[in-house]
């Protein structure tokens, strides 16, 4: 059975910054493109940001328009662990994240709560 764990979030003010962690079981960690996504109070879940496998371009990584400047997602495929790097946090980026692969196929972790306020 896979196993996500995400952990790293906490309480930030607006400006600050935060590094979320996904610890993976398994061994297909590296030939999966992986995704970070969040989900608000209220609102859907939303990708925010994806990396590819290293099958792909592990280089490459797409974003929302909505952290896109901000955020920056990677990942270590010996240590089978995916990151998010959030800088200058908003409100907005109030929500639970929670990593899972580009097609969110996975079972889902608990998440992280990430809360952004003064």
């Known amino acids: 059975q896979v196993q996500l764990v995400e952990s790293g979030g906490g309480l930030a003010q607006p400006g600050g910054s935060l590094r979320l962690s996904c610890a993976t079981s398994?061994?297909?960690?590296?030939?999966?493109?992986w995704a970070w996504y969040r989900q608000a109070p209220g609102q859907e879940r939303e990708l925010v940001a994806s990396v590819g496998s290293s099958f792909g371009s592990s280089d490459s990584r797409t974003y929302a328009d909505s952290v896109k400047g901000r955020f920056t997602i990677s990942r270590d495929n010996a240590a089978k662990r995916l990151y998010l790097q959030m800088n200058s946090l908003k409100p907005e980026d109030t929500a639970v994240y929670y990593c899972?692969?580009?097609?969110?196929?996975?079972?889902w972790g608990q998440g992280t709560q990430v809360t952004v306020s003064s």
């Open positions: 899972n692969d580009v097609r969110g196929g996975l079972p």
């Open positions: 398994g061994s297909f960690f590296s030939i999966t493109a």
